[in-house]
């Protein structure tokens, strides 16, 4: 059992110890790569190749649903991963549509996933993907 927990109000020695801690809880670097896209959202680029690409294709060989799915609608510009202890849940962002389609691990079948969507990608979403996907910062207090 994995006792590894986020750290709350510690302070910088008890960052540092837990840190220290948690990097000898996480034996492979997939494991490593799973633990930094929990909870992000992540740009999606072939060249030069993005970690939400390389964690895409991880999904994808994880979940052959996942590669049929992209395979059918093409690269997603943004990929977003978050879960919980029973489910992990996935948000595939296709900018040039303005849609998004999400997809969760299927209780009881590990490698199967069930999609939903496409949901509509709001003004403010597209703008905020759109100006990170070319490099431009968002301005302070625009969402």
């Not at 590894?4 to 809880?25: A, E």
Request: hydrophobic share 40%.
């Amino acid at each position: 059992m994995n006792r590894c927990r986020k750290t709350g109000g510690w302070g910088l020695l008890g960052v540092l110890l837990v840190s220290g801690w948690f990097v000898s809880c996480v034996p492979t670097s997939a494991s490593r790569n799973a633990a930094a896209a929990k909870d992000q959202m992540m740009l999606v680029r072939e060249e030069p190749p993005s970690f939400g690409m390389q964690r895409l294709v991880t999904q994808a060989h994880a979940y052959p649903d996942l590669a049929t799915f992209v395979s059918e609608k093409g690269l997603p510009d943004f990929l977003a991963e978050t879960g919980d202890p029973q489910r992990n849940y996935l948000i595939l962002y296709y900018l040039k549509n303005r849609k998004a389609f999400a997809c969760r691990t299927n209780l009881g079948r590990e490698k199967n996933l069930e999609f939903a969507g496409p949901y509509p990608i709001s003004d403010g979403e597209f703008q905020l993907l759109d100006g990170f996907q070319r490099g431009v910062a968002p301005k302070a207090g625009k969402r």
